[in-house]
Structures are given as C-alpha cells and as structure tokens.
C-alpha cells in the first residue's frame, strides 16, 4: 500500500476541435466514419467482465439512413439481470475497499483514452447511431465525457477531504463510504456523455453499478463499456445490460440490495420508478437514493430591449441543434409584438440556409430524429398545428422517413400562450413561439412560470438591465439552469452544475460535486485519545 495526500490533477475543460475542411481531425474522424459504417458488429452483454450472448437480438440502425444496420446487439433475460445484480454485489467489497486514488485513475485514463486513441471511435458511434453533427458529437462524446471524468475525479477528492473539527482530546474522523447496496444506471439515447456519467460517477465513490443503456443509442454506449474496460475497470464494477426497460428494470428495482437509482430519461418513467419503490419500500435494505434528470419544456422570453439578431441566433441553435433532442432545448419562447416580424424573418432567413441530411455530409446542419416513434409524434404535433384555430405553422414543417426520421425545423406561432405544444414536451425540432403585447411583459412572466410543469432550462434577452433582474427574480423556481442573452443549452461541466426541479428532475448538479455527494453514506467516527476512568462528573462533588 503506498501512503500520501494525493492530489488528482487539476482539470481542465477538454478543448472542443473544430474539423474543419483540411483538418487533421477531419480526415481522421471521416476514415473512422467509414470504417464503421462499412461492419456490422454484434454487440454482448457485460456481466462480471464477460460478453454475455443471449441470442434475442435487435438492430442497430443510421436513424438518418434506417435501412442501414450498423449492428445487433444482445438483450437481458431475467437470468442475466439476476446475474448482473449479483455480479455487483460480488465486486462491491474489493471495489469500496480500494483506496479512492486508485478507483480515480481508472476514470482519468479513461478520460485521456477518450481524448486521444479512442476519441474517433466514441464520435463516430455517437455520429452514425445518434444522427448527431461532428460538431454535436465532439462537444457530447468527447469533451463533456472527458470532462465529467476529470472533474469528477477532482470533486471526489474535495468531497473526501470535507471533515469535521475535533475537540481537544478527540479525533473526529468523517468516512464517505459508498451507499450499502447496487446503483442502478438508466441512461438516454440524446447524450454519450449522460450515458457514460450516470454509472461512472458513482463507481467513482466505490458503488458497483447495473447499467441499462436506451436501446437507441447501445451501438455507441458498447464502444464506451470496452473504453472502461481497457482503463483498467475491474470485473462486475459496472455490468452491462441493454434490453426493454420492463424485463430489465423491473426486477432491478424490485431487488432489496438496491442502494440507488441514477436516471436520465422521461418524467413519466422516472414517476414510476419513484412510485414503485416507494410501494417497496420495506423491503429494501435501505432506503434507495433516486437521482434524476428528466422532462423539460425549456424557455426564451424576450424582453422589447433586446437585440434581434441575438434572439434570432439563440432560437434557431437553442432549438433545433441536434433535431432539439436535448433535455435543455428551446422548444416555447415568448416574443414582443414590436419585435416578431423581425424576428421571424431573421430566422427564416437562417433556417433557408440550413441543411438536413447524412451527418457524414459536413455540410448538414441537422440529422434525423432518433426513431420511428419520435417521427410519428413530431409529424402528429406538426398536422395538429396545420389543422388548429390556435395556432400556425409559419416555418418549416416538412416531414419525409423514407430513407431516415427527418423533421424539418419548425416554428409554430401560438395565438393561444397555453396552446398544446407550448406545454406538452416533445423532444424534436419543433419550436412554439407566442407573441405577446410588449406592455404586457410582466404578465408574460407569470405565463412562463405557469405554463408548464417542467423547470429545467430557460433564458431571458435583454438590454434593459431591470427587465433582465425582474426575470431573474420572478423565473426563480422556473428553471434549473438559467442564462441571461444566451441560448439556454450548452452547459460545461465545472462551469454550470446541470439540473432542474419541478417535473424536471431532482436537481443534483451533474457536472458539480453535489451530484457525487448523492452517492455516498458517511459515517462519522469519533476516537477519544484518553478515555475517563472516574464515571462521576463535577456537578456530583459536595
């Protein structure tokens, strides 16, 4: 055993490259692209460090070329997610008694694995199974991975050296053990990143993790466990289930050794999680940790101070990078009467310019939605809007899956500020803008904080320094992460601590140390150096 005070080196956000035309990475990330476009792999189970086939396969399909399968993966049985569960009880002691420095190296040279050898591979698997841009992929499967992994090895050693004081003749000691059971990891298909933090961040604190990745993103969630595993992750740490989320996250969570639930996904899905262990309450061990990221119906309101052509900029990337499949897009926004044609024709302008396709084509700005039912869903909410009274299609609106689930960027202008798709999460490129009476700014804000029962994003565009404090103050509880004349996507770990309450999730900060104080059970140890010998205290004397 080596002894020391040690110190993790400090972190460092991982630069964002640019592939830009005749760059090293460009070339570099097209060849991949093209090696792994042109196999087809099959795609195991991970239990106790072992490929696990169970033969009940299903397709990994180009959501913007869906004829293409890129591989089939392996779904979980009720045997194998008795055998996961089991494999990280297993791994548990060994891995909680390893000294936290050695749990964090593993999670650093997976960091710089990712930075360097493996950075083309994760991108391409996030490119061609997600339909994200390079530009969409670098800043997720890249960077913001690499970055929760240093960053996460520097909040754990700050959080372990958070100790108590110690009176004279005492040693006050406080342990932060891991919790006393498994962690079950769901993770999303939108972002690599969530899927690679959710189990990793409490293996970090010495937790062993059951992982059940979304179907629609296990091609490049695969190439992230066998990045684990060449960092140096010990059998059974983290097991690898992908499968439907009944078959496997039932039993999960009916098991009494379960210690937490690491989520990201659908506020209806968290719900029911919550919901059925809170029915199973006694049978359990302890009371499970539940931690999730969920729903949001995120927010632009403009006051009339502000400057168009950044509203403009901030609609169109905030809402429809990445088809808007991220938790934090802009899907409702609030425009003054005064400024709407502007506006509107700035980002006619803008989306005229756009293009839709292959994200092996560079040029494109947008890729396909991630699967059949997103489509259908998308296109549904589309037609409605055609067909209401209370609202309009102004842009956009084409749809076409005949070669991939491609929704053109929309924008939907709202009569009614309480119109369906200005309350209902829909998780596409789809954008519902209300125009409101510029004298009627402060009632507008009420209608933000009202309208929906997300809280997880929102943004405020103004000039007016009084019009940007009154936002501030009255959109308190209306979102998690909120920016003042910025797009209200994009957060960096060590920089903005990801979260939101409300139907938006339990607010734990991914990308901050309170995310990882979820994850542990302290203990606090006193040790008297000199214990008494005389039971009589003074007050008894004569």
């Given at each position: 055993m080596t002894h020391g005070v040690f110190h993790v080196p400090a972190p460092v956000n991982e630069p964002v490259k640019g592939y830009a035309p005749r760059s090293p990475e460009r070339a570099s990330i097209e060849k991949r692209l093209g090696a792994m476009a042109a196999e087809s792999i099959e795609i195991p189970l991970w239990i106790d460090g072992k490929a696990v086939r169970t033969g009940k396969l299903e397709n990994c399909v180009m959501p913007h070329a869906h004829a293409h399968v890129l591989g089939r993966y392996h779904q979980a049985g009720p045997a194998e997610v008795k055998a996961a569960i089991d494999a990280a009880e297993r791994a548990r002691p060994a891995w909680a008694a390893m000294p936290w420095e050695e749990r964090a190296a593993v999670f650093l040279r997976a960091g710089e694995l990712l930075a360097t050898t493996w950075r083309d591979t994760v991108n391409g698997a996030t490119m061609l199974g997600q339909s994200k841009t390079v530009h969409q992929a670098e800043i997720d499967s890249a960077c913001e991975l690499i970055d929760f992994f240093r960053f996460n090895a520097h909040f754990a050693e700050k959080l372990y050296q958070e100790q108590p004081i110690s009176a004279p003749g005492t040693w006050n000691r406080l342990e932060h053990r891991p919790l006393d059971g498994f962690v079950f990891a769901i993770t999303p298909f939108n972002f690599t990143s969530i899927a690679g933090n959710l189990p990793t961040a409490p293996a970090?604190?010495?937790?062993?993790?059951?992982?059940?990745?979304?179907?629609?993103?296990?091609?490049?969630?695969?190439?992230?466990?066998?990045?684990?595993?060449?960092?140096?992750?010990?059998?059974?740490?983290?097991?690898?289930?992908?499968?439907?989320?009944?078959?496997?996250?039932?039993?999960?969570?009916?098991d009494p050794r379960l210690g937490g639930v690491h989520f990201t996904g659908s506020t209806g899905v968290f719900?029911?999680?919550?919901?059925?262990?809170?029915?199973?309450?006694?049978?359990?061990?302890?009371?499970?940790?539940?931690?999730g990221e969920t729903g949001g119906k995120d927010f632009i309101v403009a006051h009339r101070s502000c400057d168009a052509q950044a509203l403009a900029v901030a609609l169109v990337r905030g809402a429809f990078e990445y088809q808007g499949q991220k938790c934090s897009a802009a899907s409702r926004a609030y425009v003054p009467k005064s400024?709407?044609?502007d506006v509107r024709d700035r980002m006619a302008a803008m989306l005229a310019e756009i293009r839709m396709g292959?994200?092996?084509?560079?040029?494109?700005?947008?890729?396909?939605?991630?699967?059949?039912?997103?489509?259908?869903?998308l296109k549904g909410a589309i037609d409605a809007a055609r067909a209401s009274k209370s609202a309009k299609v102004v842009l956009g609106g084409a749809c076409d899956d005949k070669l991939g689930y491609f929704v053109q960027p929309t924008v939907i202008e709202a009569i009614d500020p309480k119109y369906d798709t200005m309350c209902t999460e829909l998780f596409g490129p789809v954008?519902?803008?209300?125009?409101?009476?510029?004298?009627?700014?402060?009632?507008?804000?009420?209608?933000?904080?009202?309208?929906?029962?997300?809280?997880?994003?929102?943004?405020?565009?103004?000039?007016?320094?009084?019009?940007?404090r009154e936002a501030t103050d009255r959109l308190r509880f209306a979102a998690g992460n909120f920016y003042v004349n910025d797009k209200p996507t994009g957060a960096i770990v060590g920089q903005q601590p990801f979260g939101g309450s409300r139907a938006s999730g339990t607010n734990d900060k991914?990308?901050?140390?309170?995310?990882?104080?979820?994850?542990?059970?302290?203990?606090?140890i006193k040790e008297t150096l000199v214990p008494p010998r005389d039971w009589r205290y003074p007050f008894l004397a004569e």
């Open positions: 970090l604190l010495g937790n062993t993790v059951v992982w059940k990745p979304a179907s629609t993103s296990v091609f490049s969630n695969h190439y992230l466990m066998q990045l684990l595993t060449e960092a140096g992750l010990p059998p059974g740490v983290i097991n690898f289930l992908p499968g439907s989320g009944g078959t496997v996250a039932d039993p999960v969570i009916a719900n029911g999680i919550w919901s059925t262990v809170g029915k199973n309450i006694a049978s359990y061990g302890q009371y499970p940790r539940l931690v400024m709407w044609n292959d994200v092996r084509d560079f040029k494109n700005f947008v890729g396909a939605v991630i699967d059949a039912r997103s489509y259908a869903k954008l519902t803008i209300h125009v409101y009476d510029d004298a009627r700014w402060s009632e507008t804000l009420d209608l933000v904080n009202t309208t929906s029962p997300y809280a997880l994003t929102g943004a405020v565009f103004a000039n007016e320094r009084a019009a940007v991914a990308g901050s140390i309170l995310n990882l104080m979820r994850w542990i059970s302290p203990r606090a």
